[in-house]
Structure formats: C-alpha cells, structure tokens
C-alpha cells in the first residue's frame, strides 16, 4: 500500500496515525482469526482496546484508520451492519457490543457467512415456434369483443378462424405471429379448404381486429394472397303464392314470425328480439334496435297484420301476469341496462314480442328469467313447412327477406328506399336484387319523340 495514496485519505492527513490504528486491528485478526474485511470484527477489537486501557482519543484514532481502510477495500457488511446510507466512521463509532467481549481463545471462533446471493427471479420463457398456449389469446380476444358491445354471433364467428389459424401455425408462441402467418393462411384457405369469398373476408376481418386489439400488432398491407373466386350470387326469391302457402302451414306464432319477415324484411334475429315497446299502433311504425352492425331504423308496420300483433301483445300480456305472480326475475336486458334499471325487467314495455315458451335458470344469481323465442325453432318450423308445401326451392327464414326486397324492386320502388328499408351500408349489397326480378330496361336505341 502506497503512502501517498494513504495520507490522501486520511482524515488527519497523518499516515502514521492510519498505519499504526491498522496495524492493531490486524494482528487483533491474525491473533483471534477474525476477519478484518468485516465491519463485525471492529466491534470486539474496540472494547479490547478499552480493556487494555486505551484512551477514548487513542481509540477515537483507531476508529478512524480503520473507516479509511473499509472504504478502500470495499468491506464486506454482516448481517449486523447498519445500513449503507450509515457512513463508515458513523457504523464504528455507534457501534457496540451489549455483552462483554470473551477472547476467541476459550470458545470457538465462527466467522460470519457472507449473504447468499438471492436467487434470479425466474426469466421469462422463450417463445415457442410450435405448442404454445392460446388460453390468453382467445380470453383477450372476447374481453376486447365485449367491450365494443359486439354481438355474440361476432365472438363464435372469431373464434372459430381463431381456432383455425391456431391448427394452422401449430399453436404457435402468440408473440411470434407476423404478416407471413397472416398471408399463408389466407391462401390456404383458397387454395386447400377452398372457401367462399365471403368466408376468406370473414377470416380476415378475424385476423385483423386479432393483430390491431389483442396482439397490438400492425397489419399491414395483405398482399401476393391468393384470393377466393367471387362467383355470382343470385338470392333465392319465392312468389307472392309460394309466400302464402308457406306461411298458411305455419302454426302460431310461427306464422306471425315469418309474415313480419316477409312484411318488414327482417333478419331472423331482429324479429326475434322485438319487444312490446318496439311496435308504435299510433303511427303503424315498428322500430329495430341494434340490428347488425348495431344499427337502428324504423319500418312501416303492415296494415294487415295490425289485428294479429295486438292480439299478440294481449298474449304476452298475460304471460307477464304469470310471471309476476310467480316472482320471476322478468326478462333478459340488454347489456347493463339490467343493473342501471333494476325493476325495468319486470316493465311490460321491456317483455319480448315473442317470448320463449319456459324460463331461463341463470347459475350466478340462481333467478328465473325468460329469454325470447329461439331461432332454432323458428328455422325448423319453416323448414318443415317449406318441405310439406313441396316447393322446389331451397328456402329458409332469410328467404323471406330476400322476397320483401325483389317484390318491392319488382313494384317500382326507388332502390335507395329499399336499401333503407333493409338497413344496408352499402347500395351495392341492395342491388344483388336487381338480378332476381326481370329486366325492363329496353335495348333498342329510339328517340324520345318516337315514345
């Protein structure tokens, strides 16, 4: 150890001081086999120094070299150190043994163990390029459906391309997913499933609200995929006739369901979730709220079905007392209207137009609710009748929409009508019905005095 660098350091500037203050505490070590790089050792070396009658100056000294020392080599702290924001000189100082120093002579010496160095917090595992989980992905990708209020029928449609595109990359690590899965994919499903157009779009509207709110990825642009061939789609239209004969093999209230269908143009859904409120006799409106794309419009209610849809509001009507008397919890609400408005699911205005024939056990509250007819049963019932009336047509319940709009088309009506009517964002989805009526446009070129 240099001098020089030792006066630097000593507080006194006197290096003597520094050296013979050391001096002491390391033959006390080699002596008592302490270990003079831990600050513990200097708490016995200080009350040998007082029983060998050593002044608090000359002690005072001690104390000082050997901070300076600790500070140089880096001591090691035991477990009874003060802290590091303590400075060297304050921890020697205040610190003191309670008991009265005993020589290592008589009893065996135990040097202090140095801290075990905490074990590493464990790393995050590796991307897997195949096996991975999915179990996150798939509860994300319902979390961000639910929270843009998109309906159920959007969620199953996701994740069934989810679970696709997971078979087809092999469950691979979430985290490594890219634009190449995204491409390959897509021409898989052309080229080896061969999938409709619509079903490739479908696929990848799945994929992109997938990358933009689960994975907060960019997707960029998709291109070089091989594209499913759009092919024409004619709808499948019926007759004026073919509507009546359908409609009169109908039993109650089927055939109310399928004559709003065919009188309104609605989708399936949308009639089955109309509620007493929806249908104004005043002004002969009927209202659709939350159709597809959660968009709401108002149709003007047939003339003709005015007498039969009040007879089924006093249907519903009674149905609502029954409920009441049996302290049901009244019917399913929309999103959390239920718990802004506690009582209004017992509200006559909030019952269902077509209610379902028993009550809904809901499992979290253990309550009676009445959900609205389903869909299965409507589809089937039509079916049946379509399969008796021995119409050689492939119709369903959206056939009857499909109907509403050609006969309107057929009549005359503005085709900007009909797209209102039918609740379509975009008129060229309006103007697929302009292939199923005939055309009566005229060829041949005349002049307009010729008329």
């Avoid at 590493?120 to 996150?136: I, N, Q, R």
């Avoid at 069934?160 to 898989?188: E, G, I, N």
């Avoid at 929409?401 to 309107?408: C, D, K, N, P, V």
Wanted: glycine fraction near 4%; include cysteine.
């Amino acid at each position: 150890m240099k001098h020089n660098s030792i006066s630097a350091m000593c507080p006194t500037g006197n290096g003597a001081i520094f050296i013979s203050g050391f001096g002491f505490i390391w033959d006390f070590c080699n002596k008592y086999g302490a270990n003079p790089k831990l600050t513990a050792s200097f708490a016995p070396f200080d009350e040998k120094l007082q029983s060998k009658g050593q002044s608090e100056t000359q002690r005072q000294q001690a104390r000082r070299a050997v901070a300076i020392y600790y500070r140089m080599v880096g001591a090691i702290k035991s477990p009874t150190t003060p802290s590091s924001d303590t400075s060297p000189d304050q921890s020697l100082t205040s610190k003191r043994l309670a008991e009265p120093y005993q020589s290592p002579v008589n009893q065996t010496v135990t040097t202090p163990s140095v801290p075990e160095t905490p074990k590493p917090s464990p790393v995050e595992e590796s991307p897997k390029l195949t096996g991975a989980s999915w179990v996150t992905v798939y509860e994300q990708l319902q979390a961000a459906i639910k929270v843009r209020h998109y309906s159920n029928k959007t969620w199953q449609a996701y994740r069934y391309w989810l679970q696709q595109f997971q078979t087809y990359t092999k469950s691979k690590d979430a985290r490594l997913l890219d634009m190449d899965d995204v491409k390959a994919f897509l021409s898989h499903l052309a080229m080896n499933k061969q999938v409709a157009a619509s079903s490739q779009n479908q696929a990848f509207n799945a994929l992109l609200f997938l990358f933009k709110h689960v994975l907060l990825k960019e997707f960029g642009k998709v291109e070089g995929v091989v594209r499913a061939k759009r092919r024409p789609y004619i709808p499948v239209v019926l007759s004026r006739p073919e509507v009546d004969r359908i409609i009169g093999l109908l039993e109650p209230p089927y055939d109310l369901v399928a004559k709003l269908l065919y009188g309104c143009g609605l989708r399936l859904f949308e009639c089955l979730k109309l509620r007493v409120q929806d249908l104004n006799f005043d002004l002969q409106v009927l209202t659709v709220h939350d159709g597809k794309g959660q968009k709401d419009r108002t149709l003007p209610m047939p003339e003709v079905l005015t007498t039969e849809l009040a007879a089924q509001v006093e249907r519903v009507a009674a149905l609502h007392e029954q409920d009441l008397a049996a302290k049901t919890a009244g019917v399913f609400l929309p999103k959390s209207l239920d718990t802004k408005y506690k009582n209004a699911a017992k509200e006559f205005a909030w019952q269902w137009l077509f209610p379902a024939k028993s009550l809904t056990l809901v499992p979290a509250s253990q309550e009676y609710r009445r959900w609205h007819l389903h869909e299965s049963h409507v589809q089937q019932a039509i079916k049946l009748a379509v399969r008796r009336s021995r119409i050689a047509k492939r119709a369903s319940a959206h056939t009857f929409r499909h109907s509403f709009a050609s006969h309107l088309l057929q009549a005359n009506v503005d085709i900007r009508t009909i797209q209102e009517l039918l609740g379509h964002s975009d008129l060229r989805t309006t103007m697929i019905y302009t292939h199923t009526v005939p055309s009566r446009t005229i060829k041949e070129a005349k002049s307009p005095l010729d008329f």
